[in-house]
């Protein structure tokens, strides 16, 4: 016999799940909360990590820093000297904003910046980065992994877009040439909920559920595959490895209230020809691949992960 709970307390933990789920794919380091996963404390932690770390101006050194200084021991945990050496020199005190040495103006990360949120983006060209423009929005300076620091050179609010130059070159995507089909299977890559999940990137996969977004907007493609806070501004790619749509949003809160129904898996990407319109609009050129041989989606992983990457928000 199935026990019946109070209607008020299902209410309130029907909402409190939805808070969870809902809003666009980028993520704050430091919103959603669960008692149970402890999802508040880990992202503190990173936080915490994040802070200690961030005068660090090597990003493999400064992950490596993230990765391995512990809030109890601080830089003598890390196994690697000069990390550990560069940490010592950099760090703020344990548990506390006061920085270890007297700030500098040529610090990478100015003592009033923090990191606020973390969103994903593609290298369109060796040194341009493709995102969304929520994901960077209010940004102080924005780090992208392995790319270096990246400086705005186009926002479009109306389409959710953003380019980014970056001083580290690297390997490029290609974008779809031909129209999306409404069925075909697609996959999503990126970096949602970072510093609480593994560090690599996350790989999905779903399909082209419709060829507009809600209202029938032809700026957006509705996609099956899942997305999380921190997936926005990453790529949604062909059965070929090619780029058909940037991740931007998902059906969350206001849309359940509405309805009384939660929604699965409806997101939405930007759609293939917005982004090729964004680009031309600004004289960007980029490479074209064209629809070949079906690949594994643990290939699609491996051809994605050079070009996608996280970024950092502070402000």
Same mark, same amino acid.
Request: net charge positive; charged share 20%.
């Given at each position: ?179 999306? @089909?409404?069925?075909? @299977? ?130």
């Amino acid at each position: 016999m199935m026990t019946r709970r109070p209607a008020t307390l299902m209410r309130v933990c029907t909402l409190a799940f939805l808070q969870l789920l809902s809003g666009c794919a980028n993520q704050s380091s430091y919103s959603g909360s669960s008692p149970r996963l402890g999802l508040q404390d880990y992202a503190a932690e990173y936080g915490r990590k994040e802070k200690a770390c961030a005068s660090i101006q090597d990003p493999g050194a400064r992950r490596a820093c993230i990765g391995e200084t512990a809030t109890t021991t601080g830089c003598s945990s890390i196994s690697n000297p000069t990390i550990r050496a560069a940490c010592e020199g950099s760090r703020a005190s344990t548990g506390t904003a006061a920085a270890t040495r007297p700030p500098s103006a040529a610090d990478p990360v100015a003592p009033t910046l923090e990191l606020t949120s973390t969103g994903s983006g593609f290298a369109i060209q060796s040194q341009r980065i493709i995102t969304n423009a929520h994901v960077i929005a209010g940004c102080k300076r924005i780090d992208i992994d392995d790319r270096g620091q990246g400086k705005v050179l186009a926002v479009d609010n109306s389409v959710d877009l953003a380019l980014l130059e970056v001083s580290v070159a690297g390997p490029s995507a290609r974008l779809r040439d031909g129209r999306v @089909r409404q069925g075909e @299977r697609v996959t999503v890559v990126g970096y949602p909920f970072a510093g609480i999940l593994s560090d690599g990137p996350q790989v999905t996969s779903g399909n082209v559920t419709a060829l507009a977004g809600l209202a029938n907007d032809t700026r957006y493609t509705q996609i099956s595959a899942p997305v999380q806070p921190g997936n926005s501004g990453g790529p949604v790619l062909d059965q070929s490895g090619n780029v058909v749509g940037v991740v931007v949003s998902k059906l969350g809160l206001k849309f359940a209230v509405a309805t009384g129904d939660l929604p699965q898996n409806i997101n939405f990407a930007v759609s293939l020809d917005t982004v090729k319109g964004f680009l031309h609009s600004h004289r960007i050129d980029y490479q074209s691949g064209a629809i070949g041989r079906s690949l594994e989606t643990p290939d699609l992983a491996d051809r994605a992960r050079p070009f996608t990457a996280m970024l950092r928000c502070y402000s």
